[in-house]
């Protein structure tokens, strides 16, 4: 093997052990950041009126007057209509193994209107995956959303005072 040759691969043999080392030996964000980082890129979906977002999962645990409603066509039309902008209150989450649940507050900027939104709970799951095919990482996961039925009832009325969405439940 001629010196180059030789050069290069060593070269390439500390690049490799350099990025390794930098992968095994980071510093892994707490559970709480991670989990931060899960809700922020769930609300910023919904501004975005992509999937994934807080909304979506509100949409789909719509209960008024003891009844369920599937509104996650309407509800998920709407949103890429019209972007709410959504505010999280505090985030303190109770964490279970690969479990967590969130309760806090939500504003809601929707129309020119603020809705509040008190104890909307939002359960998270620990995703187990594998960094650069084989380097154990994980992440955490926005699974659901629901909130109590008086919270939906004034979004409801906010909408359909708004002429937002036609047919249906509204």
């Known amino acids: 093997m001629n010196r180059k040759k030789l050069q290069a691969l060593i070269g390439l043999a500390l690049v490799f052990i350099g ?21 922020a890129n769930a609300v910023k979906a919904s501004k975005e009126g992509r999937a994934g977002g807080v909304v979506e999962y509100l949409a789909s645990n719509v209960q008024v007057n003891g009844e369920k409603y599937d509104i996650n066509n309407q509800f998920a039309s709407f949103i890429r209509k019209y972007h709410p902008d959504i505010k999280l ?32 709970t939002f359960k998270l799951h620990k995703e187990h995956d594998k960094t ?39």
């Not at 990025?19 to 809700?39: E, H, M, N, W």
């Not at 964490?95 to 008190?118: E, F, Q, R, W, Y």
């Open 132 to 170: 650069l095919l084989f380097f154990p990482s994980e992440h955490w996961k926005v699974t659901g959303a629901s909130a109590p039925e008086e919270a939906y009832q004034q979004i409801m009325g906010e909408i359909s005072s708004s002429g937002g969405m036609g047919g249906g439940l509204w």
């Open 89 to 120: 209150g505090a985030i303190n989450p109770k964490i279970d193994g690969d479990d967590a649940t969130v309760t806090t507050d939500l504003d809601i900027s929707l129309l020119n209107n603020s809705i509040k939104m008190p104890n909307v």
């Open 19 to 39: 990025t390794v080392g930098f992968i095994l030996l980071r510093p892994k964000p707490s559970d709480q950041d991670q989990i931060q980082t899960a809700l």
